[in-house]
């Protein structure tokens, strides 16, 4: 009896020992995969990143490969997707300290990237500020999904579209009249309009004009156009190149930062009162100058996404220059 049971214990023993032994199964790939959003939304020059592919019970680490970016309207190939661009990139805060292009280029580095990148462990899909270089629509990708079991091919595994991002952003503007000659009796002035014109193959300047009701031009350079002394004008908020005065505008060079919005100073101070925020600019056009016989006193803040010229034209629509 006491031999049986001694066997009887080797054997589950030795089953045990074998079982431990015996190979694990191999894995599970999925026929199915998808990402956890079905339409992305990407505005043009912003980062974007989506989760990693969502394995559906498949053995992990899975590696992704790109296999395709196609436009989803043409179903034409957009390597342009592909194609490395150079894009600006923060090394530092820039601050008010910062006037000079010497201190401005120690804080921003340029970097090559791609509009789009897949990551190979998982799936991940990123989108870079390099979007700005390729065109606005739909795209869809393909992916080649891999595990120890094998590969699978996921065509249309993430759709996106690539919106147009803004040009510039006017996000206020303000007029009022005041005594000339004194900083007394402001009213409010409403009579006025802002537009901003984009010219993309142009130099990097940004133009202010002042322009009476038939789209004559006040002159800075004849004193007609005038900073306020206690409030910022644009100069304050881009330092890095001389301010030009002409007859008809002031102009302001401005450095290659693609992929960052301009100014990009957050603060400035004018004399003891730092002005944080959005980039508002006062100017006046000095009552000697207009019909009205009064300052005007026009204000802005413009941000500026591209490289190029720009224009920001503020025009008084009931009075005319003198």
Partial sequence: MKKKIFWNVCFLVACSVLYKCKPSEEGYLSETFRYNVENLQVNQGSVVYTDPLISNGSTTPLTVNLLAIRNKETGELAPEFLEEQEISTYLGEVTWRDTTLEQLNAKIGKSMYPPLMVNTVGGRVGFTQATNFVNAGSYTIDIEVSNLVGKRTINNALDFDIIGAKIDSIFYQACTSSDYGAEDNFTSYSNYRVDVEYIPEGENKIVYMWLDKDGKAFSPKAGQVIKRGDRPTFKN??????????????????????????????????????????PICYYRVVGTANSLGRNLNPVTTVKYYRKGTYIVRFRFLTLSRV
């Avoid at 908020?237 to 957050?266: H, M, Q």
């Fill in 237 to 278: 908020w881009s330092p890095y190149y001389p301010e030009e005065v002409t007859d008809t505008a002031l102009v302001y060079e401005f450095p290659d930062v693609s992929g960052l919005v301009y100014p990009i100073i957050s603060g400035i101070y004018i004399g003891s009162t730092y002005w944080s925020g959005d």
